[in-house]
């Protein structure tokens, strides 16, 4: 045996070894997900083809690889390629969610601190918890980096919320009420989100707020404050859940706005009512509607499914025809737009991966201090918002063009 061979020696040999293969059964992880998220995405197009019978969606190749820096180091990655230029243009096309386009790195601290804050995790554990996802990125931050952070972040939210908006105008708001159920002082406590588009079709954030259940007060606050600060032109829609809150100011504070109920909370709802055995047909059903591409056909897949629920189902068809005014609303703005304004998706998105714990944390942090980290966490998230589809005519919806079935509808001539 070569005596020269320390045991420290096999040791980091082992280690080496191991994270070799961390490194090696990560990339082929993150390769196979892109593989099974584009394979899915032709699979659902692939009833799509044009008038020669060929697909409107097909695999194309891989792009160049690129590395993709993680605590264990760089991953190259050969991401797959995805010819859908065909499709209609108000079907929105491939964009990856497991890999971003300019992704090259992990989440940066200034997603994760804000993420780690509203899970629950102590600012003690911050370093321990970066890390561990970040690797040699977490070097050089300590308690003190992190707390002076925290605090720039705070004046920064503070600003924000005092800017003025004399001179901005949003075509659509997104608005709903998130629930964290942890660092809130009063656990019947939400965090109230709106989110704009404005008149170049791009999203952003345009309020954040705590209120009480959603209550009609607490959005009446929120609204009343943007317009103390010169928001004073009515968006053209707004996008929202059952919330009867939200609608009740919107109808005081901007009442020529329209109504548009979303259609994913719309469909949990009445699946909600239904049988498991029956909840993938009904789906299908309710799918139909707002993928309809008139209103005519939209109601007319709504009517079928009164009559085939109204007897047995009384609850679920209840739920549905409550909405039936606001539901369709859509069809009365441009077809690229549809696929934007008929959900919340914009702000469910964002805060999929913070909402909906059931355990509240001990030691709520302050307020303030919780608002920030939304804040921050939302102006992260907003980096990677795509503009609208079909943006270049948000100015003729602002305008009060009229659109019939997504269609411009034509003037008559003088």
């Not at 999929?352 to 966490?377: D, E, Q, Y």
Request: positive net charge; glycine residues 6%.
């Amino acid at each position: 045996m070569d005596k020269s061979i320390t045991a420290e020696g096999v040791r980091e040999e082992t280690w080496s070894v191991l994270e070799a293969l961390a490194r090696e059964g990560a990339r082929k992880l993150l390769q196979q997900a892109l593989e099974n998220e584009v394979a899915e995405y032709i699979e659902a197009h692939a009833a799509k083809r044009d008038e020669n019978g060929r697909r409107l969606a097909v695999r194309n190749g891989t792009m160049p690889e690129r590395n993709i820096l993680t605590g264990l180091g760089p991953l190259a990655i050969r991401q797959p390629r995805v010819d859908d230029r065909k499709l209609k243009e108000q079907e929105e096309r491939f964009s990856s969610q497991v890999l971003p386009r300019y992704l090259r790195r992990v989440p940066s601290v200034d997603n994760l601190i804000p993420v780690l804050y509203l899970k629950g995790i102590s600012s003690k554990e911050f370093l321990k918890a970066l890390s561990s996802i970040l690797g040699e990125q977490a070097k050089g931050l300590s308690a003190t980096n992190i707390v002076r952070l925290k605090k720039g972040w705070e004046q920064e939210y503070k600003g924000w919320i005092l800017r003025d908006l004399s001179e901005k105008e949003y075509v659509y708001i997104w608005a709903d009420g998130v629930y964290f159920n942890i660092r809130l002082e009063d656990e019947r406590s939400c965090i109230l989100v709106i989110i704009g588009c404005n008149v170049n079709g791009e999203k952003e954030l345009l309020a954040i707020s705590d209120g009480y259940r959603e209550s009609e007060l607490s959005w009446l606050e929120m609204l009343r404050d943007l317009k103390a600060r010169g928001l004073r032109i009515s968006p053209k829609l707004a996008i929202g859940d059952g919330s009867l809150g939200f609608w009740a100011a919107l109808s005081k504070e901007f009442p020529k706005t329209k109504w548009q109920r979303c259609w994913v909370h719309k469909t949990a709802n009445v699946l909600d009512k239904l049988p498991k055995g029956l909840q993938g047909k009904a789906k299908s059903k309710i799918h139909e509607m707002y993928m309809a591409e008139t209103k005519e056909n939209a109601l007319k897949a709504y009517r079928h499914f009164l009559d085939v629920y109204s007897d047995k189902f009384p609850k679920a068809v209840g739920c549905l025809k409550k909405d039936e005014e606001v539901l369709f609303s859509f069809y009365d703005f441009p077809a690229a737009h549809w696929i934007h304004i008929r959900t919340t998706n914009p702000i469910e998105s964002t805060f999929s991966t913070v909402r909906l714990r059931t355990v509240k944390t001990k030691g709520c942090g302050s307020r303030v201090a919780t608002l920030t980290m939304v804040f921050k966490l939302v102006m992260e998230a907003q980096k990677t918002w795509r503009r609208l589809t079909g943006s270049s005519i948000v100015p003729m919806v602002l305008s009060g063009k009229k659109f019939v079935n997504g269609i411009l509808e034509e003037e008559d001539a003088a």
